[in-house]
């Protein structure tokens, strides 16, 4: 009896064994399948993208015939209603425009700088930045000090009182991830004249923010944060070749003064949109997935790089899943963010609006870093789904998609920030990014066909994986 127990176990567990080997094979053959599906969906994103885009036709009309449009101004309006009109002849499900309050700053006359060294006058490509006031009419003239960082300005405290501060701390160009370095400067434009201000300093220049070396300034915002009215003082950028030969003068002549006249003004804030438009879910409609970029930009140009490129990508992904016939389980949402370049009132508003509405996004992807090759994307979400998405390495990376990196999605989508919401930024090269960023340089001509059409493409192939892919539980109200 015991040894016919015995061959009876080991019958049974040789067809246990049988049974999840062949379970083993079955899935490993779906998991094939599968793969082979989504490989040939992409090259069909990119094959239509390269052979049928229309981005780069989108962009030129957008570029030449609206042009840089700053938010508040008449050209972010005219803005709104291209985009609407374009969102309705690619024929998503609906489109319609999100009501949205603006700040509303205006440049005014060409602003003028300059200097004297030995009887010579020195001419300074200047540009006023984003939200500053004005200079008295008659301009403003002062002794120039010149430091590296807001923590070199404060600690010259009142030895600031009376001058024009000279912010003149470069890229590093060490650094391959131009962003990076960006962001190490930028903090000196953006806080110059809050730190500057409050010490008694007459006004801030400060040193574009390009890793070039030009004769274009590069404007931007800038902020007063909560310093009283009266500690505002006038704040503008100059070129980064202007501020090496400044820089060069002031060692020889320390005492040398600096004048310049702008006339910007901020205006009451004015009423302006977001535009969006959907493709409805097949299976879970109430599941949203944000692609967006932001249609307001600088007024020096004609806003290509910035972000015009991200606009028409964005775009241009809901055509490619329509071109191909593509079916989405969740809702694609495109998002075309008003004033990402001042306030960010177009991202708070369409977050805002989302928590009231109670809608339920699931994901966010963003173009904001130009138009140029397709180099990855940053990934903000939760470990689980992070690790998701560098597992599509291998299927994004033959489209030059090898940098699957956490990190941050980007100004607008990242207001959608949640335990299960993944967001991510496309994350192109950098490299000429800030030739462009902000300057006069940002036109039509600077962005190449190809690349821009492969970005689309590869940032239909990482939605079409965050539909297809994404575990979105619902989360537990505590």
Known sequence: MKKLLLQLFAITFLFSCAEKKEKIIISKEATLQEYKTDSTN????????????????????????????????PEAAKAVLWGEQLMKKVGLDSAWLQPV???????????????????????????ALGSSIATPKSGVTAQVIEVKSIK?????????????????????????????????????RVAGARTCGKFGAVGVIVRSMTNGVDDSP???????????????????AISSRAANILSDDLKKHPKLSFYFKQSCKNLPDAPSFNVVGQITGTEHPNNIMVVGGHLDSWDLAEGAHDDGTGIVQSLEVAYLFKKNNTKLKNTLRIVFFMDEENRGSGAKKYAELAKLNKENHIAGLESDAGGHTPRGFSINANAKNTKLVKSWKKLLA???LHDLTKGGSGADVGKLKGEFVTLAGYRPDSQRYFDYHHSENDTFDK????????GSASMASLMYLMDKYLETPTPIKK
Not at 44 to 71: C, I
Not at 156 to 185: H, Q, W
């Open 218 to 236: 590069h404007t931007g915002v800038m902020s007063y944060g909560d310093i009283p009215k009266k500690e505002y003082i006038p704040t503008a």
């Open 152 to 188: 070199e300005a404060e600690a010259l405290g009142e030895k600031l009182r009376g001058k024009i501060v000279f912010f003149n701390r470069p890229f590093d160009n060490t650094l391959i991830r131009t962003f990076s370095a960006y962001g190490g400067c930028v903090g000196q």
């Open 447 to 454: 962005v190449n066909k190809r690349e821009l059409e492969l």
């Open 101 to 127: 309050m603006v700040p509303h700053w205006i440049r005014g006359e060409k602003e003028v700088a300059y200097y004297t060294v030995n009887g010579t006058k020195k001419n300074v490509p200047i540009c």
């Open 42 to 73: 992409i090259k069909h994103f990119f094959n239509t993208a390269l052979t049928e885009g229309a981005s780069y036709e989108w962009l030129r009309d957008l570029t030449k015939n609206v042009g840089g449009r700053l938010s508040g101004s």
């Open 398 to 400: 033959p489209y030059g």
